[in-house]
């Protein structure tokens, strides 16, 4: 059956996200999402005058791939996928959460080769950079588990969060912040488990109303690489590589990681070890869409959560960057709304936010009440 939301949404993606123009190309990545949703995706593309193309797959096929892989077979998929990433002008990329955990038990070894021998090259140095994408989550049963909602209740909250969110007001509230955060130097954080310094110093400061995400809501900026010095913890759940880490802290001096912890400590290190770079900072960001307002494990979610922050180990986006490179970009998440233990963020020695909401002029904008 057709939810006829899912037309909505599709022409979010493709005229306002992307922006496809007359004669541009395409690249439709669907993992684990309904044909249904996909051929709105393609009629969206051809009614903009676009050029589809279609990339169909499972992440049952992706593990597969990664539990035989060798640096000689990762060496032949990413030659293919990175021809074919290169002819793209546009990027949307869907998945349907199936199984998270599917990857959980393979070795951090094969997890680590996929990281460094085709994401890497493919999408952090090719697709990311040079297309302009979009990625989201299609809605399912899983979701919905997570989120503590049955699927009915679900869906109707995604596309409430994803398709009734007035980007176009949320891209004028954002000016103002994005101004102060482009002149700004110090940054400290403080709540249960933190205390952080760093300096942003001649770094730009991105808004992200719609344009790379669905559901959006969120300015980044980027540490100066070797700024970072105290402590953080991190009180939302976040799976990776299949894995769901919980109470994740990290240590840092002269901006690297150098003492971390969690519910497994052992794979944290592991993913931390995967180049050089995993153990520096890669983005700094604010989280502001009114309609999020609590964690589901979902990043793509999660990272936009009103009253939140996320400090991201990895790499660093080209339009903001600090000169780090890594295989690694993970998105974790703090909320500081006091039902989450609260929290301070200064910069430059003014108070921007107190427990999660905004009391700085530059940001208030972007409180909930102002983007209804």
Same mark, same amino acid.
């Given at each position: 059956?057709?939810?006829?939301?899912?037309?909505? &949404?599709?022409?979010?993606?493709? !005229?306002? +996200?992307?922006?496809?123009?007359?004669?541009?190309?395409?690249?439709?990545?669907?993992?684990?999402?309904?044909?249904?949703?996909?051929?709105?995706?393609?009629?969206?593309?051809?009614?903009?005058?676009?050029?589809?193309?279609?990339?169909?797959?499972?992440?049952?096929?992706?593990?597969?791939?990664?539990?035989?892989?060798?640096?000689?077979?990762?060496?032949?998929?990413?030659?293919?996928? =990175?021809?074919?990433?290169?002819?793209?002008? @546009?990027?949307?990329?869907?998945?349907? /959460?199936?199984?998270?955990?599917? @990857?959980?038990?393979?070795?951090?070894?094969?997890?680590?080769?996929?990281?460094?021998?085709?994401?890497? /090259?493919?999408? #952090?140095?090719?697709?990311?950079?040079?297309?302009? %994408?979009?990625?989201?989550?299609? /809605?399912?049963?899983?979701?919905?588990?997570?989120?503590?909602?049955?699927?009915?209740?679900?869906?109707?909250?995604?596309?409430?969060?994803?398709?009734?969110?007035?980007?176009?007001?949320?891209?004028?509230?954002?000016?103002?912040?994005?101004?102060? =955060?482009?002149?700004?130097?110090?940054?400290?954080? @403080?709540?249960? #488990? @933190?205390?952080?310094?760093? +300096?942003?110093?001649?770094?730009?400061?991105? /808004?992200?109303?719609?344009?790379?995400?669905?559901?959006?809501?969120?300015?980044?900026?980027?540490?100066?690489?070797?700024?970072?010095?105290?402590?953080?913890?991190? !009180?939302?759940?976040?799976?990776?590589?299949?894995?769901?880490?919980?109470?994740? *802290?990290?240590?840092?001096?002269?901006?690297?990681?150098?003492?971390?912890?969690?519910?497994?400590?052992?794979?944290?290190?592991?993913?931390?070890?995967?180049?050089?770079?995993?153990?520096?900072?890669?983005?700094?960001?604010?989280?502001? !869409?009114?309609?999020?307002?609590?964690?589901?494990?979902?990043? &793509?979610?999660?990272?936009?959560?009103?009253?939140?922050?996320?400090?991201?180990?990895?790499?660093?986006?080209?339009?903001?960057?600090?000169?780090?490179? *890594?295989?690694?970009? %993970?998105?974790?998440?703090?909320?500081?709304?006091?039902?989450?233990?609260?929290?301070?963020?200064?910069?430059?020695?003014?108070?921007?936010?107190?427990?999660?909401?905004?009391?700085?002029?530059?940001?208030?904008?972007?409180?909930?009440?102002?983007?209804?």
């Amino acid at each position: 059956m057709r939810d006829i939301r899912d037309k909505k &949404l599709a022409d979010l993606l493709v !005229n306002f +996200s992307v922006k496809l123009k007359k004669g541009e190309s395409c690249l439709i990545n669907a993992v684990d999402v309904p044909l249904e949703f996909v051929e709105e995706l393609v009629q969206a593309v051809y009614a903009a005058g676009g050029y589809p193309l279609v990339n169909i797959s499972s992440i049952r096929l992706e593990r597969a791939v990664i539990a035989g892989a060798s640096r000689e077979s990762l060496a032949v998929f990413k030659d293919c996928d =990175l021809f074919r990433m290169k002819q793209m002008d @546009t990027f949307i990329g869907v998945r349907g /959460p199936a199984n998270s955990r599917e @990857t959980a038990d393979l070795p951090e070894e094969n997890n680590a080769l996929y990281m460094r021998e085709y994401y890497k /090259p493919v999408h #952090g140095e090719q697709r990311i950079p040079h297309t302009r %994408w979009v990625v989201l989550r299609y /809605p399912t049963e899983l979701m919905a588990y997570a989120a503590g909602m049955s699927t009915i209740e679900f869906e109707n909250y995604y596309y409430r969060v994803t398709t009734e969110v007035d980007y176009n007001l949320m891209a004028k509230a954002m000016e103002p912040a994005v101004e102060f =955060l482009q002149k700004a130097d110090k940054v400290r954080i @403080t709540g249960a #488990g @933190t205390d952080l310094s760093f +300096s942003i110093k001649g770094m730009p400061a991105i /808004p992200c109303d719609g344009r790379m995400n669905i559901p959006d809501g969120e300015i980044y900026s980027c540490p100066v690489k070797d700024s970072v010095e105290g402590v953080i913890t991190y !009180n939302t759940p976040s799976t990776y590589q299949g894995f769901t880490f919980t109470q994740v *802290s990290f240590e840092f001096s002269r901006g690297k990681i150098i003492k971390a912890a969690a519910n497994n400590t052992g794979k944290l290190e592991a993913i931390l070890d995967i180049d050089q770079g995993s153990r520096f900072i890669g983005e700094f960001a604010l989280g502001c !869409n009114p309609k999020i307002t609590f964690p589901m494990d979902n990043t &793509l979610f999660d990272e936009k959560i009103m009253g939140s922050f996320h400090f991201t180990p990895g790499n660093a986006y080209e339009d903001c960057d600090n000169g780090n490179r *890594s295989a690694v970009h %993970w998105d974790l998440v703090v909320i500081q709304t006091p039902a989450y233990g609260g929290g301070e963020i200064w910069i430059d020695d003014e108070l921007v936010r107190k427990d999660g909401v905004f009391v700085h002029e530059a940001f208030t904008a972007l409180n909930p009440e102002n983007l209804e």
